[in-house]
């Protein structure tokens, strides 16, 4: 599942595609947004807004867009005014002058009201990248848990946009063993956490890709990289920094990845 930064990113690089370029054409080839595609075609579209690993799409009309890629959703971009041939299923297609922007495979994808969208902001934790993002809410709820922190962190309702990468990432940064519950962990460490996550958030937007290994200490893998040469970490056999054997947890369904030694319980 896309991470935060992803989300950001699609916003930030779709609004130059979509917002303030004359009527978008909505479509759904698939057929199973095709209602909801029919209140919005042609309408101006006047934001795109990322919440979490959530896309919200303010239309003209006073409709509101929700998307939510979940495990399986993929966005394919075609640059240009000509229509792009469409290429499996797509449940939704946006189409300006400046381009083509194809969405397969979300776990939503929706036309709904402004108090709909809120309702969905009223679930969610601080987004670490939003302006608006309160931290002292998310230190909070996590002093709180009795949870281990390594769950709390993806618990979106405690703080939203961190997914399995950034947790166990930040957690290794601050050396915090992910199965130590939030209400242990000191004001200080929690700060730190949240600090950790906002950094490495805003610099994933920044790379269009996940590197969480200071720059200052190690050298980062030029182009595409696999799993594991830009984390400390996750997805590692062994630790980057001292070599121990990594271990992993599960923890919020997933495997989390830490090093015994560098975390110690």
Not at 1 to 18: C, Q, S, V, W
Not at 99 to 114: Q, S, V
Not at 206 to 215: A, C, K, L
């Amino acid at each position: 599942m896309p991470e935060g930064h992803t989300i950001h990113r699609i916003a930030r690089d779709h609004t130059k595609l979509l917002v303030r370029a004359g009527p978008i054409e909505v479509s759904s080839p698939q057929g199973r947004f095709a209602p909801d595609a029919a209140l919005v075609d042609g309408a101006d579209l006047r934001r795109i807004e990322a919440y979490g690993k959530h896309l919200f799409y303010s239309w003209s009309t006073g409709h509101v867009g929700h998307v939510h890629l979940g495990l399986f959703g993929k966005v394919r971009v075609h640059l240009g005014a000509d229509e792009a041939p469409v290429v499996g299923e797509v449940r939704m297609r946006l189409h300006s002058a400046r381009a083509t922007i194809d969405l397969a495979g979300p776990t939503a994808c929706t036309i709904g009201t402004d108090d709909e969208r809120a309702a969905i902001v009223a679930r969610l934790g601080p987004d670490p990248l939003r302006r608006d993002a309160d931290e002292a809410i998310a230190i909070a709820r996590m002093a709180a848990g009795r949870a281990p922190l390594g769950a709390l962190l993806l618990d979106q309702r405690v703080l939203s946009g961190v997914g399995n990468v950034y947790r166990a990432e930040a957690l290794f940064v601050n050396s915090i063993r992910p199965t130590r519950p939030g209400r242990e962990c000191t004001p200080d460490e929690l700060r730190a956490v949240w600090d950790t996550v906002v950094a490495m958030l805003r610099q994933g937007v920044r790379d269009n890709r996940i590197i969480t290994i200071d720059r200052r200490e190690f050298i980062v893998p030029r182009g595409r990289h696999r799993r594991g040469e830009a984390t400390y970490v996750y997805h590692r056999d062994r630790c980057l920094r001292c070599g121990t054997p990594v271990e992993t947890v599960e923890l919020g369904g997933r495997a989390c990845y830490f090093c015994p030694f560098c975390q110690p319980a």
